[in-house]
Each structure stands twice: as C-alpha cells, then as structure tokens.
C-alpha cells in the first residue's frame, strides 16, 4: 500500500509544508469536536459493529481529535494527542487507506502504546484527502480483537470518509467566505472612511479663503488619517519660474538650510516632475534614487521618505501637496492614491481661494482707482465755477493746486468781478480743511466800529448794545478757513490785532480779558495794490508781508478774452436752466459784440449781462441790451488808470446808465452783482455821490 515503513519517510510526509499550509486553511486544528462528525462516527460503529470510530487531523506534531466515540477515559475527553499515539499519521503520510487486522502482530504500529492503553488490535483508516491531493487527517475505525476488514467495510469507510471530507470543506469554503466577507468589509469599511476623511476635508477646507487658514485646514485634517513630521503645500507659478510655498507644518527648516522658505525654484525640484507627470511620486528613502533639490534640506532635517501628489484641477496641475517622514518606507501606493484624493478635495477650496485673492487684488485697485477718482472729482468739483481755458486761468488753477494742501497764508488779487472768491473757494476745496468750514469776512461792507465784533466777538456788555456774547468769525472758523475779502479796506487800528491773531493763534474778544486760541488758516483776497497802500502808510507793511506768503493774480477778463465765448455759452445755459428758458446756439453776432467790449466789471459783469440777455431772450435767441454801449470808450484807456480809477469810471458808468438807481432789479448793485451795502461802501471808498 506505500506506507513508510520508516519514522524518516512518514516525518517527511506529514511534515510537508503545502500539506501543513492546507490544513490550517481549515481553521479547525483548535476548534472543539463537532456534532456533524459525532454523527458519522457513531454511524460507524453501528454499521461496522467496531467498538470506537475516530475523525482526526494530523500536524506535524500532534493529531487533534474532531470527533471521537466509544473510547475509554480518559481517551474519550481528550482533544488532542501526540503522533507517538497515532495510528493515522501512517494513513496521511502513505495517502492511502490503512487497514490493520491485529496490531499486535504488525511491526508497523505493536510498539505503539496505543495498542496496550486503547485495547486498540483491529484498525481500519480512510485518510480524508483535498481535491488538491493533501492529505488532512483520516477517517478511522477500531476493535479491541483481532479483524480481517472486508471490502464492504472499506467502502462504507470511504463513504463516511467522503462525508467528512465534505462537511470539512463546507467549514473551508465558510471559512473562506467569512475571510472574503471581512475583507470586503474591511475594504469597504476602509473605502468608507476614506470617504469620511475627504469629505470632512471638503467642509474643512471649502470655507477657508485665505492661504494661512486653508493650510492650517488641510494640515488639520491629513494629521487624522496619514501620518506625516512635516507637510508642504505648493503652487506652480509658471509666469515667475517658481513654486510658491503656501505652507509649511511640522519641522521647517532654518533659512540657512532652506533660503527659499516662502518661494522653491522649479528646476529640479520635486514638485517640477509631479507637474510634468501628473502622478504621485513616492520615495520610500531620500538617501537613494533620483536626487531631486528638495531631497538635500529634507535629509538635513532627518526627513527621510516622502510622498508628493499633483492637484489637479481641469487637466492642469496648479501644484503639489507633500508629505515627508523620518520613517524610512513609510508611504507605500495606497497612501499616494489616498493623498492624490485629498489633493483633489482641496483644488476647489484652492481655486475659490485663488480666486478671492484675485478679487480682493481688483476690489483694492478698484478702491485705489475709485479715491483717485473721487480726489479728481473733488479737485473737478472745486474747479466747477472757475471757466475757461486761457493761459491765464489755467496758471491760477495751477497755483491754486500747488499751495491747497498746505497751510500757506494765501492773498488772492485782481481786479472786482475777476472771481477771487471762487478761487478762495477752490483753495479750500482741496484743502485738508475741505470738511471743516469756510468762513467769510467782507471787510470793506463792515462799518470801522463793527468790524472787530465781527472779527473777534465781544463779550456782554463790551459796549452799547452788546446784551449777549458774540462769538467772532475767528473763532467760529477754529479748525477751518477764514477768508477775508476786501482785506485792503481793513482799519489800520484793527490791523495790528489781525496780525497777532496770524502769528500767535490767539486773540480776546471785545471787552474780554481771556485769551482764544485758534487754529485757522487765513486766505485773503483784495482788489487794492496793497503794496501801494503800504508806501502810503494806509496798511501795515508787517501784515502785508505775513498776507503775501503765495501771492495769486487773477487775470481780468480783457486779457483773457479766449474764455468770453464759453463763459457765455456757460451763464446762458445756467440762467437759462433758472428760467425754463431752452436757449439755441449762440449768435455770431453777440459773440463778436462781447469780444469787442473790455470789460471793465470782469467775469461779474458779464454774468449780469447774461442774465439780462435770458430774460430779454425770445424764442430762444440770445438778446443782448444797449447796456454795453456806454462804457466801451471808456474802457479803451483802461490799461493806463489804476484799478481804483477803473472800477470809480464803471461804476459812475452803470449808475448813470440806470439813473443812478443802486436797488432794485434794475438797479446798480443788481448790474455790477453787489449787495447794494457793499455797492455803497464802495462808492463811499471812490468818492462817488449823485450829483446834484
């Protein structure tokens, strides 16, 4: 039957590891006996009419008992015992059924001490054989007298065998399928985690919209599921030849190890073939393979492996997420998927940041852009009345733009009716004061007695009919901008407070004892030759100096005739705006009618003679009255008088004109644009009364 006849050749055979391999496949070394095989035994022994039955599996050193029946104590409660006891290690090593009438008279197993403990004389086994041709264990009968087994019994055995054999590879196959279920599970169970992890990436990062935020999210987030000594986040700036580093957790190095901590070079780098390949690169040691620039500050730091991954985003990488560990082999292909899938989750929230930076960049232009604008609009703005294009015009708006921003003392001169207070306005306008108040002073309208109350304010009782305190126009501009026009008519007395009030911030009311201290700067405006005034001793040559810090001449509109028409088309269309009155274009006739008049009352008396040609307007023609007529040859002489005799020969001009009526709407001061107490405060300073 080939059974060893040797302890060497049946060793060998049991001991086969593909054998041994088989039989721990099965699971049931160490399990307890069974009832399915308690059934096959005892079936045996009734069949056979035997006194034991046994079903056994043989390891290499011990035979383990999976059913065992009519055998004596303490036999009968052992699970296993050692192959010196065994009678079925001879079946498993020859592979074949091992049938024994007496053992007693067999030199293969009489030494056994079973035979004199177990009584064990007749012994029939049936070894219980894979498909594979290993040979587990055996199927076993035994008697306690000798027996010639027939081969009847040999077949029943075969069958009771099979029987076992089968309900063996039931138990296999479920141990098999409980082994493919667990690992499916854990599979998916993995599968499901991971699904987790990205997705609390995804809500962890989608949110962040800066780069430090974002890092530290995504950081947070790898620290839960992929173990890492230091992790970096890179962006492929192609346009500058660089990596932009967005971050960097765990062990950075020194600037002296890495001098681009914030920026990485492309050539050579890591991250360059990651872009260029589209596919996780993993190095299990840095110390070998390719020698990319990373590798030497990494190794430095006791880095040793490390794993970089593209983010992708549609077909196109924008850069690479890496992992480093002091770990030798610490990231294998599973880790390089797993890391490309949260590279992945975290491109949106890396777009959506790249995104908002670029919007906030515009959002800043934009409001870089649009105070810009609005300074040019405010400088637009303060230049809003001031018409015209002449050289000039534009030389005052150019000084007007050179001393606003500074505190300067200004003094504004010209001629009356030039627009002196529209270029005060301007200065302040753009000035630093421009939200504070402009406050202003006529010194030539105010009676000599009135206007130092005015200036400075009183206190009770200071004088006749001061019932209350007054506060003046120094103090109510505090922090603001006085302007005093006409400060050519200002009193000599009250010259010497304004000067001290300039130079030291700091004057008392009328009647009053208590020092105030303001801070206001001061733009004067005159229609006088003050230097003039000053050699006549009719004004203080010290505040004239402290006056004249930037000096600015307004042009009179004789020299700047260029600027007529469009001063024109612009008094028309105000006026005529006023009075629901829609007026044509202008005639070429008027046109050369203004051109050719001089002036005398400037900008002033052309807006009045605008004004009189709306109301005079009919169908939408410009009307000019016969009011240019009369002071035509007077003004041909003009560039020889003085300013003084200019404006004394207008205004006697207009008041005859009128009949020398000052009120009224056909009146003098309504003509020359003058509050008709400023109209009379000038003809009283000229000289001028109605003849009698």
């Not at 060998?12 to 307890?32: H, I, Q, Y």
């Not at 300074?375 to 007007?400: K, M, N, P, W």
């Not at 008049?597 to 900008?603: I, K």
């Amino acid at each position: 039957m080939g059974i060893p006849t040797s302890r060497a050749g049946w060793d060998d055979a049991v001991r086969n590891t593909e054998r041994l391999a088989a039989l721990r496949r099965t699971g049931m070394l160490d399990s307890p006996p069974e009832e399915t095989f308690d059934r096959l035994t005892r079936l045996a022994t009734s069949v056979l009419r035997v006194r034991g039955a046994f079903v056994s599996l043989v390891d290499e050193d011990r035979q383990f008992f999976k059913s065992s029946v009519g055998v004596p104590e303490p036999w009968a409660s052992l699970r296993e015992t050692p192959l010196t006891h065994s009678f079925c290690k001879h079946a498993v090593a020859s592979g074949e059924p091992l049938l024994i009438s007496d053992s007693r008279q067999t030199p293969l197993v009489r030494d056994n001490p079973g035979v004199t403990e177990l009584c064990l004389v007749a012994y029939a086994g049936i070894p219980l054989t894979t498909t594979a041709g290993h040979t587990l264990g055996a199927f076993c009968v035994m008697h306690d007298r000798p027996h010639a087994w027939t081969d009847g019994e040999v077949e029943v055995l075969r069958c009771l065998a099979a029987s076992a054999m089968a309900e063996i590879r039931m138990r296999q196959l479920a141990a098999d399928l409980q082994h493919l279920v667990n690992a499916r599970t854990s599979e998916l169970g993995r599968a499901e985690e991971r699904l987790r992890v990205l997705l609390q990436v995804n809500n962890a990062v989608v949110t962040c919209l800066d780069r430090a935020t974002l890092f530290e999210a995504i950081v947070d987030e790898l620290r839960r599921v992929i173990p890492f000594d230091r992790a970096a986040l890179r962006l492929d700036d192609r346009r500058e030849g660089i990596f932009k580093v967005v971050g960097v957790a765990g062990s950075v190095a020194s600037e002296a190890v890495t001098p681009f901590l914030r920026e990485w070079p492309r050539p050579g780098s890591r991250s360059l073939w990651v872009v260029e390949h589209g596919v996780p690169l993993i190095t299990p040691d840095l110390r070998e393979g390719t020698p990319f620039t990373e590798h030497e500050a990494l190794i430095g730091q006791g880095l040793l492996s490390a794993v970089s991954v593209p983010l992708r985003a549609k077909g196109e990488v924008i850069g690479t997420l890496n992992l480093a560990s002091r770990e030798v082999g610490k990231y294998g292909v599973s880790d390089g998927e797993f890391l490309l899938a949260i590279g992945d989750q975290c491109v949106l929230a890396i777009q959506n940041m790249l995104a908002y930076e670029e919007i906030a960049s515009l959002k800043t232009r934009l409001e870089q852009e649009n105070l810009y604008l609005q300074e040019e609009r405010q400088a637009d703005a303060a230049f809003a009345d001031v018409v015209g294009e002449s050289r000039g015009i534009q030389r005052v708006l150019r000084s007007v733009r050179q001393v606003a921003a500074t505190e300067s003392t200004v003094l504004v001169t010209g001629e009356t009716g030039t627009g002196k207070e529209l270029v005060v306005r301007a200065i302040h306008g753009l000035s630093g004061r421009k939200d504070k108040i402009l406050v202003k002073v006529n010194c030539a309208a105010l009676p000599g007695g009135v206007i130092e109350s005015e200036l400075f304010g009183h206190e009770r009782g200071a004088f006749t009919g001061a019932l209350t305190r007054r506060v003046g126009r120094f103090e109510l501009a505090n922090g603001g901008t006085l302007f005093l026009d006409e400060v050519g008519d200002l009193p000599l007395d009250l010259q010497a407070k304004l000067l001290r009030a300039l130079q030291e911030g700091e004057f008392e009311r009328v009647g009053g004892t208590q020092t105030i201290k303001v801070n206001v700067r001061l733009i004067a405006a005159t229609n006088r030759d003050l230097k003039a005034a000053v050699e006549e001793r009719r004004f203080r040559a010290d505040l004239f100096y402290r006056l004249n810090v930037f000096p600015i001449l307004v042009p009179p509109l004789r020299s700047r005739r260029q600027d007529i028409p469009r001063l024109t088309r612009h008094f028309a269309l105000m006026y005529g705006s006023k009075m629901g009155k829609p007026l044509g274009a202008i005639g070429e006739a008027v046109l050369d009618k203004l051109m050719a008049y001089d002036w005398p009352g400037n900008v002033r008396e052309l807006q009045n003679v605008i004004e009189r040609a709306v109301i005079l307007s009919i169908d939408g023609r410009l009307e000019l009255d016969d009011s240019l007529a009369a002071p035509v040859a007077a003004s041909r002489t003009s560039e020889n008088r003085s300013p003084e005799d200019m404006e004394r020969e207008h205004i006697l001009s207009v008041l005859e004109s009128v009949g020398w009526r000052v009120s009224g709407d056909r009146g003098a001061a309504r003509i020359l644009g003058l509050k008709r107490t400023t109209l009379e405060a000038r003809m009283r300073k000229l000289g001028i009364s109605r003849p009698r």
